[in-house]
């Protein structure tokens, strides 16, 4: 019996979240970074309502790790969006310190484990 240990470690696609912070800046209504989550998402309205698991985390001094995932999506390719956000609240504003992103492809489109490879 042979065992092989590789390193399993995702591999996410960096986002710059410079713009999306400028559009939040002044908002005051966001109140958890569950709704920041969704807001950054943007999903479509006129693609229906989407199946989205989303679960958060405290860090500390009001950081907060938040991931997103949108699974059986409608697409012919790719099956699911994972985001991860870090973000940050002071008094009654947020903004998002780190933004990755990964997906995973439909079985015979591509990867089926979490990556960032494109599906076909």
């Given amino acids: 019996m042979v065992i092989c240990l590789t390193s399993c470690s995702e591999k996410f696609k960096t ?4 713009d999306f912070n400028k559009k ?3 908002r005051t209504d966001i109140k958890s970074v569950e709704q920041l989550a969704r807001l950054f998402y943007d999903f479509p309205e006129n693609e229906g309502i989407p199946h989205l698991e989303i679960e958060s985390r405290e860090l500390m001094d009001n950081k907060f790790e938040v991931t997103l995932i949108h699974d059986n999506q409608q697409d012919d390719s790719q099956r699911a969006t994972k985001l991860i956000l870090i973000a940050e609240q002071k008094n009654d504003t947020w903004s998002i310190l780190e933004i990755k992103e990964n997906w995973r492809c439909y ?3 591509g990867h089926t484990d979490w990556g960032i490879e494109y599906c076909n």
Avoid: E, H
């Fill in 15 to 18: 986002i710059d979240p410079t």
């Fill in 24 to 26: 939040i800046s002044t």
């Fill in 107 to 109: 079985q015979g489109r």
